[in-house]
């Protein structure tokens, strides 16, 4: 790299450090790319790329993704479709890793806001909206609420 690089400087060698798996020296160069040049997208999605390597269950990349979503928003014209995509990726996460359904529903309603024609999203708000009110009511006393089929299904085995 030259004494002053430049933008593509910075992407060769975090693509590099990132390709290497060398996610130390990515995230210096990261760091460095992101203050040198905060107008480009490049350093936060790169910060996503090696979060990923990390971290495979998504937890590393809540943080960098949160950053790239609030870099995306300087525009939200140009890239709403992207940033709800980020919040959609954000509100699995929560829901099916991390298991917080407000979490995951909060997201979800960003997605919404952002890609409000999207069925998908909207649905998963629907579903997740049902979930946490299902968990939210009070359990009647006197019987069970184990979840499991009612009285009226077939049993599954033996019997004459």
């Keep these: ?5 430049g933008n593509r400087d910075f992407y060769d060698l975090t693509d590099a450090a ?3 798996k060398d996610t130390a020296l990515a995230d210096s160069v990261i760091a460095a ?3 040198k040049f905060p107008d480009q997208s490049y350093p936060y999605a790169f910060a996503l790329r090696n979060a990923k390597l990390k971290d495979t269950t ?3 990349a809540v943080e960098p993704t949160a950053k790239y979503i609030e870099f995306l928003k300087k525009d939200t014209a140009k890239n709403a479709a992207t940033i709800a995509y980020y919040y959609a990726l954000q509100g699995s996460y929560y829901a099916n890793v991390a298991q ?6 909060e997201q979800f309603r960003n997605a919404v806001q ?3 024609d999207n069925a998908q999203y909207q649905t998963i708000v629907n579903q997740l909206e049902a979930a946490i009110n299902k968990a939210n009511q009070p359990k009647s006393s006197g019987t069970k609420s184990s979840g499991t089929k009612s009285s009226t299904t077939k049993p599954k085995s ?3």
């Design 1 to 5: 790299m030259t004494t002053d690089p």
């Design 18 to 20: 990132i390709g290497a």
């Design 33 to 35: 790319y992101e203050a």
């Design 58 to 60: 998504g937890a590393a």
């Design 100 to 105: 917080d359904a407000k979490m995951a529903l």
């Design 114 to 116: 952002y890609a409000p």
């Design 158 to 160: 033996g019997g004459k």
